[in-house]
Structures are given as structure tokens and as C-alpha cells.
């Protein structure tokens, strides 16, 4: 029986961890180079590290975001000296992504810190059967899908149509 309340209390723990997420994406961090990176830098940092030779386009759909938006940020991690962008054999315009030896030293790091977070989910959740990782993967990709969908809404400008108790008067449809 699906219990609404229940579901509800869910949805906000989820946004609480978006809300931290969020703020977590804002801290810069040693990941064993010269300087602090955020977040977000050592994501795409990694994107680019599991992925070798890929570009762009394959970037931006990995991480979930515009290609304009990865663009930017395979930029100024370029200019940091973490990720070196090469002009492609075949096609000019294609840009292929590869890590700089500091940016293997962050993506390794990165890596080591990862597992000590995984481990620390596992330790806390406890061992899952297969019932309970499908519940939990379709629990996700709900979210994942309704968020993607709500994503392209915004992009087109479109609002979401909220229940009203009363029309607007000719008052208030002409501001």
C-alpha cells in the first residue's frame, strides 16, 4: 500500500541532500595538486579521465549539462593546466580531452576519496539484496527522470499550470 506521507518525508530528505550537495559543490578542495579545486572541477576532471580522448559532446551528456556550460568549464580547467584540448586529425573542429600529468594526480586522489565514501555508504546501509538495490534504482532514476524532464520545461519557458481557487481579474491580467 503506498503510503503518501512516507513519500513525501522521502522527497524531502532528498532535497535536503541536494541542498548539501549544492553547498558541498561550493567548497574548493585539495585533491593533492597545487592549488584547491571544487567539486564540479574534479567531476568533470574525472569525466575526462575515465573517458580518454572523448570530447565536448560526450562530456556534457556524461555529466547531465549543456555543452555550452562543459565548454566553459573544460576551458578554464585547461588554462589551469589539468585537462590539455587537441584539435582532432580527422575533423578540425573536433576537440578531443585528455588529462595533464596534474590532472591524473587530482583524478587518482580523487578517486582514493571516492572509495572512502562508498565505503562509508556501506557501512552505514548495511548489506541490500537485489529487491532492495532495484527498489532503491528505481526510486533514483524516477527522480533522475522527473528532474530531467522539469529541466527541459524551464529550457523551453514553459510553467507549470497551478491549481487556482479564483481567476485573475481584468485588473491583475493586464500587469
Do not use: C
Amino acid at each position: 500500500m503506498f503510503d503518501d506521507k512516507k513519500f513525501r518525508n522521502l522527497y524531502q530528505i532528498w532535497m535536503r541532500i541536494v541542498n548539501k550537495l549544492n553547498e558541498s559543490e561550493k567548497i574548493p578542495r585539495n585533491f593533492g595538486i597545487d592549488f584547491l579545486i571544487t567539486p564540479s572541477d574534479i567531476h568533470l576532471i574525472q569525466v575526462v579521465g575515465d573517458n580518454p580522448e572523448s570530447n565536448v559532446r560526450t562530456i556534457s551528456e556524461i555529466l547531465g549539462v549543456t555543452p555550452g556550460a562543459a565548454s566553459q568549464q573544460l576551458s578554464k580547467l585547461s588554462k589551469r593546466g589539468l585537462i590539455v584540448k587537441e584539435r582532432g586529425l580527422k575533423n578540425e573542429k573536433e576537440v578531443t580531452l585528455s588529462l595533464t600529468d596534474q590532472g591524473r594526480i587530482a583524478y587518482k586522489n580523487h578517486d582514493i576519496i571516492h572509495e572512502m565514501i562508498y565505503q562509508r555508504l556501506i557501512h552505514r546501509i548495511g548489506p541490500l539484496n537485489d529487491d532492495e538495490l532495484q527498489v532503491l534504482l528505481r526510486v533514483l532514476y524516477a527522480i533522475e527522470s522527473v528532474y530531467d524532464e522539469r529541466i527541459m520545461e524551464v529550457r523551453r519557458g514553459e510553467t507549470m499550470k497551478l491549481p487556482s481557487d479564483k481567476k485573475p481579474d481584468s485588473k491583475e491580467q493586464a500587469s
